[in-house]
């Protein structure tokens, strides 16, 4: 069996793992397609060995480039590379990334290609699944600034620091790191806050501890289109003047596409690339892998692949809720 593996939209870590355990699963022979979807326009492909695939499981550098493109292709375009996928004698074309790259997919599929989709994207907001290849380690980059600001905020007492953080249109990422690295606040697209009751907070919190920590998704002053970064400097210009306090502000960004992934990174992606080989080796086609409230990997058709939002009715929420971070 040859089976094909592309990455489309913004890079991870973790996926490393994951084509090794498709290859370790499978003992297929692995093709990368390197540049996301212009790259399998483009046809850029090359082989990796079982050598190099355990070798990089875990490790943080890349062995696949992604790439973006912003405009639909056309019949075209799908055909020229349905035709150069058949030549390769590719026999299943994995592909992870977010939900367009999914969408991709599925009509690829119409063109005669076994194509199969998992979630890759730190921000954790493809429709129906619960986890993405990539959230956990980000999740623990931003774990790390703030353990390193309540540390400054110890130093230097009376300081409130905002950290910007990717998540132009869902808030999940800043959602769950804020639960899971004790900040104060967290500032979601989907939960609006009034600017005098979030000023009282802070203030309140000011009294009996060093520092507040507030995380801002970076489409949450509804200023977003992709590659802005500055919705910090809109509440920090807002609040201010409320509490009298100097804000200190902080643009995490890019740097939490990568790092060591995390133990959990590795168990999800394996759990992934496990239910993944399952279809194939059953003879499913054209599936999307997902993981689902009871942490298990399940198959659904990959039409059904969108982007989805915080789930105000969920569990995170209504945890953070609890904790008073929303």
Same mark, same amino acid.
């Given at each position: 069996?040859?089976?094909?593996?592309?990455?489309?939209?913004?890079?991870?870590?973790?996926?490393?793992?994951?084509?090794?355990q498709i290859? #370790?699963?499978?003992?297929?022979?692995?093709?990368?397609?390197?540049?996301?979807?212009?790259?399998?326009?483009?046809?850029?492909?090359?082989?990796? %060995?079982?050598?190099?695939?355990?070798?990089?499981?875990?490790?943080?550098?890349?062995?696949?480039?992604?790439?973006?493109?912003?405009?639909?292709?056309? %019949?075209?375009?799908?055909?020229?590379?349905?035709?150069?996928?058949?030549?390769?004698?590719?026999?299943?074309?994995?592909?992870?990334?977010?939900d367009g790259?999914?969408?991709?997919?599925?009509?690829?599929?119409?063109?005669?290609?076994?194509?199969?989709?998992? *979630?890759?994207?730190?921000?954790?907001?493809?429709? *129906?699944?619960?986890?993405?290849?990539?959230?956990?380690?980000?999740?623990?980059?931003?774990?790390?600034?703030?353990?390193?600001?309540?540390?400054?905020?110890?130093?230097?007492?009376?300081?409130?620091?905002?950290?910007?953080?990717?998540?132009?249109?869902?808030?999940?990422?800043?959602?769950?790191?804020?639960?899971?690295? #004790?900040?104060?606040?967290?500032?979601?697209?989907?939960?609006?806050?009034?600017?005098? %009751?979030?000023?009282?907070?802070?203030?309140?919190?000011?009294?009996?501890?060093?520092?507040?920590?507030?995380?801002?998704?970076?489409?949450?002053?509804?200023?977003?289109?992709?590659?802005?970064?500055?919705?910090?400097?809109?509440?920090?210009?807002?609040?201010?003047?409320?509490?009298?306090?100097?804000?200190?502000?902080?643009?995490? *960004?890019?740097?939490?596409?990568?790092?060591?992934?995390?133990?959990?990174?590795?168990?999800?992606?394996?759990?992934?690339?496990?239910e993944v080989?399952?279809?194939?080796?059953?003879?499913?086609?054209?599936?999307?892998?997902?993981? #689902?409230?009871?942490?298990?990997?399940?198959?659904?058709?990959?039409?059904?692949?969108?982007?989805?939002?915080?789930?105000?009715?969920?569990?995170?929420?209504?945890?953070?809720?609890?904790?008073?971070?929303?």
């Open positions: 069996m040859k089976i094909g593996v592309v990455i489309s939209g913004g890079d991870v870590t973790g996926i490393n793992n994951f084509i090794f290859a #370790n699963l499978t003992q297929a022979e692995i093709v990368l397609f390197n540049g996301g979807i212009p790259g399998l326009l483009e046809h850029r492909h090359q082989s990796i %060995s079982h050598r190099d695939l355990i070798d990089y499981a875990i490790n943080a550098l890349p062995i696949i480039s992604s790439g973006r493109t912003a405009r639909k292709l056309s %019949s075209v375009e799908y055909e020229k590379i349905a035709r150069q996928l058949k030549s390769l004698h590719i026999d299943v074309l994995i592909m992870a990334g977010g790259s999914l969408q991709f997919l599925n009509t690829l599929s119409e063109f005669g290609i076994n194509c199969f989709g998992v *979630g890759m994207t730190i921000d954790n907001d493809v429709f *129906g699944s619960h986890y993405t290849i990539g959230f956990s380690t980000a999740c623990e980059q931003i774990l790390k600034e703030v353990a390193k600001l309540r540390n400054t905020g110890r130093a230097l007492p009376g300081r409130v620091f905002m950290l910007e953080l990717l998540g132009g249109y869902c808030g999940e990422l800043t959602l769950q790191s804020a639960i899971k690295s #004790n900040a104060d606040f967290a500032l979601i697209p989907e939960c609006q806050r009034s600017l005098s %009751s979030l000023a009282e907070k802070i203030k309140l919190r000011l009294e009996r501890q060093n520092s507040v920590i507030i995380l801002c998704s970076e489409g949450y002053t509804k200023e977003y289109s992709p590659g802005f970064q500055g919705a910090i400097d809109t509440m920090i210009a807002q609040l201010e003047p409320r509490i009298g306090v100097r804000i200190r502000k902080t643009i995490v *960004g890019y740097g939490l596409r990568n790092g060591e992934p995390t133990c959990e990174e590795i168990y999800q992606g394996t759990l992934m690339a496990s080989v399952r279809c194939i080796q059953s003879g499913m086609r054209n599936k999307a892998v997902i993981i #689902n409230a009871s942490n298990q990997a399940i198959p659904i058709d990959l039409i059904s692949m969108k982007k989805r939002l915080v789930d105000l009715e969920g569990h995170h929420y209504k945890l953070a809720k609890q904790l008073n971070i929303i």
